[in-house]
Nanobody, 118 residues
Framework: QVQLVESGGGLAQPGGSLRLSCAAS????????MGWYRQAPGKERELVAG???????KYGESVKGRFTISRDDVGSTLYLQMNSLEPEDTAVYYC????????????WGQGTRVTVSS
């Protein structure tokens, strides 16, 4: 079973920056998609950004140009650099990894809260 532990959330002012980290441990999933999702109060969970194991990156439209996702060389740690934060970025951010070969291999972290407020 894969375990994901997020860190780096907190309070930031509008225009500020935060960096999230997600450390993965457990079995290697092979071809996979690892990403950050967020859920604001009263809203559905949405994809923020993700990386396929082959290196292709996807960003949600609302964060393009402001957020940068990266992954370490062994693929076990995922990062999200968030710049030019807006109050609308306030949410709980979740790390996720899913196998592209076995749909049942789909794991979530516990979430880290990001609040953007002056």
């Amino acid at each position: 079973q894969v375990q994901l532990v997020e860190s780096g959330g907190g309070l930031a002012q509008p225009g500020g920056s935060l960096r999230l980290s997600c450390a993965a441990s457990g079995p290697i999933l092979g071809l996979n998609f690892m990403g950050w999702y967020r859920q604001a109060p009263g809203k559905e969970r949405e994809l923020v950004a993700g990386i396929f194991s082959g290196g292709v990156i996807k960003y949600g439209e609302s964060v393009k140009g402001r957020f940068t996702i990266s992954r370490d060389d062994v693929g076990s740690t995922l990062y999200l650099q968030m710049n030019s934060l807006e109050p609308e970025d306030t949410a709980v951010y979740y790390c996720n990894i899913k196998s592209l070969q076995r749909p049942s291999d789909d794991y979530w972290g516990q979430g880290t809260r990001v609040t953007v407020s002056s």
